[in-house]
């Protein structure tokens, strides 16, 4: 790999796999303003490839199909990422669409997107894991943008104006911290021309500061969601941790793994599924942005089973902070992890992905090796350590299910 600064002080990371016929790269806008509203980042992400000043919604999509170039938009809760992929001889084709995108967007379809937000919305709310989820983050991260979930996007989307809207497009445009990186086999310098050629005028601010402040649960909260018609409780229980800054980063991944995010070898699956028969979908996850992470379990079970569940959740938490992990079981947790991020990085988009990630973090492109370094030198004590350090009050547990279940939590 390789780093560079353009002249407008933009950082690019190059890295370079030989004999791949298609590059990637992506391009990382890094929200440094917590929305006022619910919902603005993520219209705003909808309209990117709406229509430009100079191609219509239609044209951009025709352009796009007939020259098998893949570009579009993400927005997570720190950042909006533009990802392109091309054959190699279509590298610079796809740099001016994807110039023209991010440059010139005239929000033109703003209406329509709205419309069409509410109803997948509503849609998914239908849903009795996303209403559960729902409920968890916006309770979790309450009062703070990262608790900016769908029902609080229903709340605030009406009041939301093509206006404001503009207005967040050109802070993220001129206001904000940004970095590209490039995988493919191609020529350093001719990629370095190309950026310049079409990114030159677009402003990097590198003394930005996120004002995103950092969210703070004080106590413990139970939320509980009634839905008559759901064949499924839903238990999401989860605890504010730190983040991937942290030095114990590595060893709350291999926590997390051990306890249900490893799959069929997870204790939570093991115990709760194969041995108590009491669910098909159990799990841990660890969840990390800039200013806040969640470790969390969640589990769907017949309502019956609520307390149950929530039993035998608080036995396998409390089995990992009083019962030191075997050698075999950490070696072991620490391949499963291992492997899984070796094939999450095969392709030149994955790995464009990450060194891009990991640049707009400010821990470096190459700090996948050092994280690898890092998880293998997590020790069984290390285990026990993160578990009762963060495992812990407060949390917040949410539980959805028929109303007459709910009265027994």
């Not at 990450?354 to 890092?374: R, T, V």
Request: proline share 3%; glycine share 4%.
């Amino acid at each position: 790999m390789n780093k560079i600064i353009l002249d407008n002080n933009i950082p690019v990371v190059f890295k370079i796999n030989k004999n791949t016929p298609r590059y990637a790269m992506c391009f990382y806008f890094k929200i440094e303003e917590p929305e006022k509203k619910a919902g603005l980042y993520s219209i705003l992400n909808r309209l990117f490839l709406q229509g430009t000043k100079k191609r219509s919604a239609q044209a951009l999509a025709q352009e796009l199909d007939e020259n098998a170039i893949d570009c579009y938009s993400e927005m997570k809760q720190d950042f909006i990422r533009f990802k392109l992929q091309c054959l190699n001889e279509d590298f610079e084709k796809g740099l001016e669409i994807l110039s023209d995108i991010i440059k010139n967007s005239t929000l033109e379809e703003f209406d329509k997107e709205v419309i069409k937000l509410k109803g997948e919305i509503q849609a998914e709310m239908d849903e009795p894991k996303s209403r559960a989820l729902d409920g968890f983050y916006k309770n979790i991260y309450k009062n703070h943008p990262y608790g900016h979930t769908y029902t609080k996007i229903l709340e605030d989307i009406d009041s939301i104006t093509k206006d404001e809207v503009e207005k967040v497009y050109f802070d993220l445009l001129n206001n904000s911290a940004k970095v590209i990186s490039v995988v493919g086999d191609f020529s350093e310098s001719e990629v370095e021309n190309l950026l310049k050629k079409y990114f030159s005028d677009v402003k990097n601010t590198t003394d930005a500061v996120s004002k995103i402040p950092v969210p703070e649960l004080k106590e413990n909260d139970l939320v509980k969601i009634a839905k008559d018609d759901a064949s499924q409780a839903q238990i999401i229980q989860g605890w504010q941790v730190p983040t991937i800054y942290h030095k114990d980063y590595a060893a709350i991944m291999v926590m997390n793994t051990m306890l249900g995010s490893s799959g069929l070898s997870s204790r939570l699956f093991l115990e709760l599924r194969d041995k108590k028969g009491l669910a098909y979908v159990v799990r841990s996850s660890y969840e990390t942005y800039d200013k806040a992470a969640i470790f969390s379990v969640y589990i769907a079970t017949e309502p019956k089973n609520i307390k149950t569940s929530l039993e035998g959740f608080k036995i396998e938490l409390d089995k990992i902070k009083t019962v030191p992990v075997t050698e075999e079981e950490l070696q072991s947790a620490k391949n499963n992890l291992i492997g899984k991020r070796q094939f999450f990085t095969e392709t030149n988009l994955q790995q464009a992905s990450l060194i891009s990630f990991y640049e707009d973090k400010g821990l470096g492109a190459d700090f996948e090796e050092k994280l690898i370094q890092m998880i293998n030198q997590v020790t069984t004590d290390d285990i026990t350590r993160v578990a009762n350090e963060y495992i812990k009050d407060p949390f917040v547990l949410t539980v959805l299910a028929p109303r007459e279940y709910l009265n027994e939590i």
